[in-house]
């Protein structure tokens, strides 16, 4: 690691501690050159697949936009960012997990759009409205009548 002071690479690890989250490593060094300290993080890297888009592109995972989404779907909703970022952590490992190079971007919107469906109907109207990409009201109509019909469904079998 090159010290940000000098630029040499000559150091040492004084301390090392796990992130609260467990996911990075914090590393304090001191350069052995000038004598300063400095702190580095250490993370595992990501081997995330590729997402091919409905219009053919590809580009990288993002964990961001996923997030983005959601946070969209849910503004003005009873769902904390802390449910957000656990299923998007849950998401993530499991595209992972899945090994596979490239998956496309419906996989991605159909595992948040039922997701969404458990967490809040409101939610995941706004989602589905602009992940189907609803043509006219009566595409609309037709998902409010679905979960209608659902909710009228399980009332009935309590």
């Known amino acids: 690691m090159r010290c940000p002071y000098c630029t ?10 796990l992130s609260k989250d467990g996911r990075m490593i914090r590393r304090r ?3 052995l050159q000038c004598g300063r300290r400095f702190t580095t993080y250490e993370k595992l890297e990501e081997v995330l ?5 409905k219009d053919g592109r590809r580009e990288p995972f993002s964990r961001e936009k996923i997030v983005s989404g959601i946070r969209k779907a849910c503004q003005k909703r009873p769902i904390s960012m802390t449910r957000i970022e656990e299923f998007v952590d849950s998401l993530e490992l499991y595209f992972q997990e899945l090994g596979k190079k490239e998956i496309d971007s419906s996989e991605i ?6 997701e969404l469906r458990e967490w809040d109907e409101v939610a995941y109207v706004r989602f589905a409205s602009v992940y189907r ?13 679905d979960i209608i019909k659902s909710r009228k469904e399980d009332q ?3």
């Open 133 to 145: 990409q609803f043509k006219d009201i009566h595409e609309f109509m037709s998902e409010l009548e």
């Open 49 to 53: 697949p590729m997402i091919v888009k």
């Open 156 to 158: 009935s079998t309590q």
């Open 109 to 114: 919107g159909e595992k948040v759009i039922n």
């Open 8 to 17: 040499k690479i000559d150091n040492k690890v004084i301390d090392s501690r």
């Open 29 to 31: 060094r001191e350069c």
